[in-house]
């Protein structure tokens, strides 16, 4: 049987156990707070940051939601961020990627405060990460180790493939799976858009992490039989529906599911847990601000 892991059930576990910790720190007098900068119309980035601001809500981190239009200049955005890093009621900065052309997306990451980088993309925080001394694990990646370890799949000397090299994901992902700790010491492989022969590499992953952004791109036959399968593709494509498209994932989930020994569903698999894993790094972020212990899950 193959099994569906619930990326829902695991997020609210690690909310629940996160609220403890929120507890502890405004007994300190220390509310974590998070702030998020949309720059962007894009619905898709819309509807992520609203619910970013929601599960703050619900776990009582308080969410700061700034957005600015999507034509103005980059200052505005540079001005907004160093307001942001100086107060010290903010504990987390997420700018939403990706920022509109005009914006350079490297230097806004640089602009960051790397303490209240929660995200983990500024260089400071990649580099410990690369370096076996993460800060932040970024959200998504972090989330997908603990989305194995939840299915009771041990990553140590197994054949990992992840295909996507992304910033967000591919690279960090890769990292995580190679650093001689929990849920890494994997034989990684990293595949990509000039990768030859992507079926043969695919097909002798034991865990197999999809992160091209290429709807469907990964069939039941590109997987090994029993492998654990973690797609984080969030492709809408057309749809007769209601809202005129549907959301499906880098992996064809029907054929792959009977491949697979494990993997996880779009929606409802790898979304919630880049989430909870934000939540995770704003309560880490104010710990560490404030010399708090807090215990994480
Ligand atoms: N855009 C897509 N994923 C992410 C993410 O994890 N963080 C930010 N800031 N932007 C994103």
Not at 1 to 11: H, L, P, R, S
Not at 16 to 24: C, E, H, K, Q
Not at 46 to 70: L, N
Not at 89 to 116: C, F, T, W, Y
């Amino acid at each position: 049987m193959t099994e569906i892991i619930d990326g829902n059930a695991v997020a609210q576990s690690i909310r629940d156990d996160l609220v403890a910790s929120i507890d502890r720190l405004v007994d300190a007098g220390q509310r974590p707070s998070l702030a998020t900068v949309l720059m962007s119309e894009d619905p898709a980035s819309e509807t992520y940051v609203s619910m970013k601001q929601d599960d703050c809500e619900e776990v009582g981190i308080e969410a700061i939601d700034i957005d600015i239009d999507p034509d103005a200049d980059a200052a505005e955005l540079y001005d907004t961020i160093e307001d942001l890093n100086a107060d010290e009621d903010v504990n987390g900065i997420l700018v939403q990627m990706p920022v509109p052309d005009h914006v350079e997306d490297r230097s806004v990451l640089r602009a960051i405060d790397p303490m209240k980088d929660v995200d983990g993309f500024h260089p400071e925080n990649v580099g410990r990460l690369v370096a076996g001394d993460a800060r932040y694990k970024p959200c998504t990646p972090h989330g997908i180790q603990k989305l194995i370890e939840s299915a009771g799949v041990n990553t140590e000397g197994k054949d990992a493939v992840v295909v996507g090299r992304s910033d967000i994901v591919g690279k960090p992902m890769a990292n995580l799976l190679i650093q001689k700790a929990p849920g890494g010491n994997a034989t990684t492989t990293v595949c990509h858009s000039r990768t030859e022969n992507l079926a043969e590499r695919t097909r002798n992953a034991d865990i197999l992490v999809a992160a091209a952004g290429v709807p469907e791109m990964i069939d039941g036959e590109m997987i090994q039989e029993g492998a654990t399968v973690i797609d984080v593709g969030i492709n809408r494509v057309d749809a007769d529906t209601e809202k005129g498209y549907e959301l499906v994932g880098d992996v064809e989930y029907e054929s792959a599911k009977e491949v697979a020994g494990a993997i996880t569903p779009v929606p409802g698999g790898v979304g919630p847990m880049t989430r909870a894993m934000l939540l995770y790094n704003t309560v880490k972020a104010t710990g560490l601000q404030h010399d708090i212990d807090v215990d994480l899950p």
